[in-house]
């Protein structure tokens, strides 16, 4: 049972606009989100988070969503650069349940200059 | 801040040995790190949680015994795959948690390990 879900394994967008990704997910005590971005044989990196209890992050060119009543959320980047193409994968935790990382399976972007 | 080495990067060797990974926290201390495993073309599955000077929890249908955890210190976790199999080829990868900002994990950079 797969608790959070990327149905999109890719996506492709011209260098300059938005690149938008959603992650759906089932389990409403997910009370923490994350979003990472991987590049093949290298280790996930931090981009950005937002708790259950607003509904909108912003650092940089990265913006987090969040639509609990949807159990919806989506992370955007704009403008999208080249060395934007990577995998990004979104992950849920429940601080009652010490924080462990649910991880979607991931979609792959590719940012065409 | 909230760098995560790994060590090995790359590691290959005979089916029936046993291989230390080490997993450090260099700028923070981490009360807790967690072991993730990656196959090819697939999400992150965790496999258990090292606790600093407790034992590790691990997740259902990973073999305990199989994958030794040991979490000595603040900023060490090491994992331990013994007796190692073709099978058990893989890409591993640790996180840790900044005790003072536990929502977030910081991974490190992965080991490839294959089992010949």
């Known amino acids: 049972d797969q608790q959070v879900k990327q149905n999109s394994p890719s996506l492709s967008v011209q260098e300059g606009r938005i690149s938008i990704l959603n992650c759906d997910y089932t389990?409403?005590?997910?009370?923490?989100f994350l979003w990472y971005k991987k590049y093949p044989a290298e280790g996930p990196t931090f981009l950005i988070s937002i708790s259950s209890i607003k509904d909108k992050n912003e650092d940089g060119r990265f913006t987090v969503f969040l639509n609990k009543s949807a159990k919806h959320l989506s992370l955007h980047i704009v403008p999208s650069q080249p060395g934007d193409s990577a995998v990004y994968f979104c992950a849920a935790s429940r601080k009652a349940a010490g924080n462990k990382l649910t991880f979607g399976g991931g979609t792959r972007v590719l940012v065409k200059p | 801040g909230a760098v995560v080495s790994q060590h090995p990067s790359r590691v290959i060797c005979k089916s029936g040995t046993s291989v230390k990974i080490e997993c450090r926290s260099l700028?923070?201390?981490?009360?807790?790190m967690f072991w993730y495993r990656q196959f090819p073309k697939q999400s992150l599955m965790l496999m258990a949680t090292s606790n600093e000077g407790s034992k590790a929890t691990y997740e259902q249908g990973v073999e305990k015994d199989k994958f030794l955890i040991n979490h000595a210190s603040l900023t060490l976790s090491t994992l331990t795959v013994t007796s190692a199999h073709p099978e058990d080829s893989s890409f591993y990868i640790c996180?840790?948690?900044?005790?003072?900002?536990?929502?977030?994990?910081?991974f490190g950079p992965g080991t490839r390990l294959t089992v010949l």
């Open positions: 700028d923070f201390q981490a009360t807790t």
């Open positions: 996180s840790a948690r900044d005790y003072r900002a536990p929502d977030t994990q910081y």
């Open positions: 389990n409403s005590m997910f009370d923490y």
